[in-house]
């Protein structure tokens, strides 16, 4: 019954920015770490952003901070990532992940809820 859906993806050129929206439906929401994972063709799936059901913890890969930037409004039960000065390093696609769990540097997704993915394409 849980539900995740993405949405916001597409095709920008490099320097663009794209905001992306996960909207989560079947559990409480605002009781969840939340996330959003990458993956590109021929590579593992990675983390790229996590943040903690109070908002007050967060992680980002270093290879997008300072471009990136996750935000929740608990009462949409809506996840958002804002990805600006995008890079074709940054084509994957990106899953929004309900339960998550933030330990050090390192944001972790066992047991979490996927959603479908949403495509983000960088051209150059």
Do not use: H
Not at 53 to 60: A, G, R
Not at 97 to 113: G, K, L, Q
């Amino acid at each position: 019954q849980v539900q995740v859906v993405e949405s916001g993806g597409g095709l920008v050129q490099a320097g663009g920015s794209l905001r992306l929206s996960c909207t989560v439906s079947g559990l409480t929401f605002g009781t969840y770490n939340m996330g959003w994972f990458r993956q590109a063709p021929g590579k593992e799936r990675e983390g790229v952003s996590c943040i903690s059901w109070n908002i007050y913890n967060t992680y980002y890969a270093d290879s997008v901070k300072g471009r990136f930037n996750i935000s929740r409004i608990n009462a949409k039960n809506t996840l958002y990532l804002q990805m600006n000065s995008l890079k074709p390093e940054d084509t994957a696609m990106y899953y929004c992940a309900a339960r998550t769990s933030i330990r050090d540097r390192a944001c972790f997704s066992r047991d979490a809820y996927w959603g479908q993915g949403t495509q983000v394409t960088v051209s150059s």
